[in-house]
């Protein structure tokens, strides 16, 4: 193992495209338990759907037209699920909430094993991202520093929309105070049916770019959906630096601690995730105080 | 606090009878099913106590009972104890674990709870998963099972151990409800209702809370030690999320909160799912709809729901005595 400079940047890079993967997964959950205090446990669902339109989608018109359809397919079938389940559920304790979309998870994990089938698919890097690129002296794959860059564009524009926009002022006074927004005359309701959409459209978008990565599987989103929590949990839930700061922390974690201890790495993650719950069991930066 | 009605005992009588039936009736086949069904029972049993009378929903129950399973066997097979000892070190070791995981999360609450239980619970998976003390992800076998001779019982026979199950399940039972009855089966409902309530009363309230979770884990224990013997052979899937969220499933199924309703649903949950896997491999996707259905319909599950109409109907009757005070013990969300 050697310790030189361009060692730790490789690892920080992994790092970081670990960290933006989860950053697009945290984020739709974060502010949609924010804003309506509903648990998805189906959000990893969605992802794993999202990269299973990307391959399908690829499979005919070539990785870009997966890329920008399948978030899209992911928000229709995140709307569907609104409709008919969500909206319903609403009101419920986190127990029903849990509950129902745990049932989801068992659905959508047979249904996409009947619409694709069991067998892993692939799908190809784009001919732009193939190959690797110098950076900072190392070389690193093109196509991670894709999803790096993608997950800083994605937070960028989050963070204008959030900050700088009156949609993104209605989201923010929305998360603070349900009630209160909608007494001033926030349309509380449609602006969660718009943020669901959004959040399910990343899902989706993460699928997408995470299929070249991994191999596409009924159970990726299984896989997913605990670190994805533990993002949320430990960055508090509904705030947008919530879940920075929890991606950034989980990616660090990991891939830190897969290099410097490999035999407690797969532990230290859960350790760190019970020590913030005893510490501040809202998580580090909860969007209520 | 839990009470028992006509209709809790006519259903218990019709369990132990159906149970005592097939035991004694069934095939190899059939007493399979039959023992899967009983351990399934006491796991869903202790998670009921947490979950409907604590209000602490637990995703790490299923890694307690493969603490359990993983505990019994490491004791038999590598540290050479009979499996007597080794039961009860497994018992002891899930429940101080599921002590020190109540006392860690008493404080947080609702989607909260259910994180750090998960986390837990995953942090168990994860280790076993890399343990090479464990098997690793090849897991362990050679397991024997308890050496009753003594008293004339082989339990290598399936008939054998599936009654030895089911004594157990009694007694994990009746220790289930005097748990429930006791002092501190009485605070815990009161924490669940009110938590500031009973500290202005002077509770310790993450004691309480953390007492009862060790007594349910040591029930998980037992599961998880049963298990071990029942099968031969564990592997760290035992522990992994999904199951606790089955045992989750289980308990809604039947009926939270009610003790009798999650008995209802280890046997309504298993036989589905045989019943299920044989016409599909996508039975997965019936449970799931299953659930969401027994969720949004809002009735308290399949026994709940029988017990709703009960009520209403003994309500009908005049003799509304019993009938109020169960529909006071009918927890809706947790």
């Not at chain 2, 309230?205 to 052979?233: C, E, N, P």
């Not at chain 2, 606790?244 to 280890?266: Q, Y």
């Not at chain 2, 109907?313 to 005049?318: A, M, N, S, T, V």
Request: proline letters at 2%; hydrophobic letters at 55%.
């Amino acid at each position: 193992m050697s310790h030189d400079l361009g060692f730790w940047i490789l690892q920080a890079l992994n790092a970081l495209q670990l960290s933006m993967l989860l950053f697009l997964l945290s984020i739709g959950l974060t502010v949609i338990f924010g804003l309506m205090h509903f648990v998805n446990l189906a959000h990893g669902s969605l992802y794993a759907l999202g990269a299973y339109f990307a391959a399908s989608f690829a499979a005919v018109g070539g990785y870009w037209l997966g890329f920008f359809l399948a978030p899209v397919a992911v928000a229709g079938v995140g709307m569907l699920l609104y409709s008919g389940l969500i909206k319903r559920m609403r009101k419920s304790g986190p127990m029903a909430q849990v509950l129902v979309t745990f049932g989801l998870i068992f659905a959508l994990l047979d249904l996409t094993r009947i619409f694709w089938g069991d067998l892993a698919l692939g799908i190809a890097v784009p001919d732009v991202f193939q190959g690797r690129t110098a950076f900072l002296g190392v070389e690193y794959p093109t196509y991670r520093l894709f999803i790096i860059a993608l997950g800083m564009a994605v937070l960028a524009t989050l963070e204008f929309v959030l900050r700088r926009t009156q949609i993104g002022a209605m989201i923010r006074a929305g998360v603070d105070n349900d009630v209160m927004a909608a007494c001033l005359g926030i349309n509380v309701e449609r602006l969660f049916f718009i943020v669901f959409c959004v959040g399910c459209a990343l899902a989706g978008l993460a699928g997408a770019v995470a299929a070249p990565l991994l191999s596409v599987t009924p159970d990726m989103g299984l896989q997913i959906l605990i670190p994805t929590l533990i993002v949320i949990v430990i960055g508090g839930l509904g705030s947008l630096k919530g879940a920075i700061a929890g991606s950034l922390i989980y990616g660090c974690v990991q891939t830190f601690g897969a290099v410097l201890a490999p035999q407690l790495a797969s532990v230290l993650i859960y350790a760190l995730l019970a020590a913030v719950l005893v510490i501040k069991p809202v998580g580090l930066f909860p969007a209520k105080g | 606090m839990f009470s028992h009605n006509t209709l809790r005992y006519l259903v218990l009588l019709m369990l132990s009878g159906g149970a005592l039936f097939q035991a004694f009736a069934a095939e190899y086949f059939g007493l399979e099913i039959l023992t899967e069904i009983l351990i399934l029972a006491m796991l869903v049993l202790a998670l009921d106590i947490v979950a409907g009378f604590g209000g602490m929903v637990s995703l790490c129950h299923g890694a307690l009972m493969g603490v359990g399973a993983y505990a019994f066997a490491l004791f038999s097979t590598q540290f050479g104890a009979t499996p007597l000892m080794a039961m009860g070190a497994a018992i002891a070791i899930t429940g101080v674990a599921a002590w020190v995981i109540g006392a860690v999360c008493s404080r947080s609450h609702g989607i909260y709870f259910i994180m750090a239980t998960l986390a837990f619970g995953q942090m168990a998976y994860s280790y076993i998963f890399e343990a090479p003390l464990f098997g690793g992800d090849d897991g362990l076998g050679g397991i024997s099972r308890l050496d009753l001779s003594l008293i004339g019982v082989d339990l290598d026979d399936s008939r054998s151990f599936a009654l030895f199950c089911l004594a157990l399940l009694a007694g994990v039972y009746l220790m289930s409800v005097l748990i429930l009855r006791s002092g501190l089966g009485r605070s815990l409902t009161g924490v669940m209702h009110n938590e500031q309530r009973m500290r202005a009363l002077g509770l310790t309230v993450w004691r309480v809370k953390a007492d009862v979770f060790g007594l349910s884990g040591m029930i998980a224990g037992l599961a998880g030690a049963l298990t071990a013997q029942h099968i031969m052979y564990i592997s760290p899937g035992l522990l992994g999320w999904t199951v606790s969220g089955e045992a989750l499933v289980v308990v809604i199924l039947g009926g939270l909160g009610t003790l009798v309703g999650p008995l209802v649903g280890a046997v309504a949950f298993v036989l589905l799912k045989h019943e299920l896997s044989a016409v599909t491999t996508y039975w997965h996707l019936v449970v799931g709809v299953v659930l969401i259905a027994v969720v949004m319909s809002r009735a308290n599950g399949i026994y709940g729901f029988i017990e709703g109409r009960w009520i209403v109907w003994q309500k009908g009757r005049g003799t509304n005595q019993t009938a109020s005070h169960a529909a006071r013990e009918a927890v809706s969300d947790a």
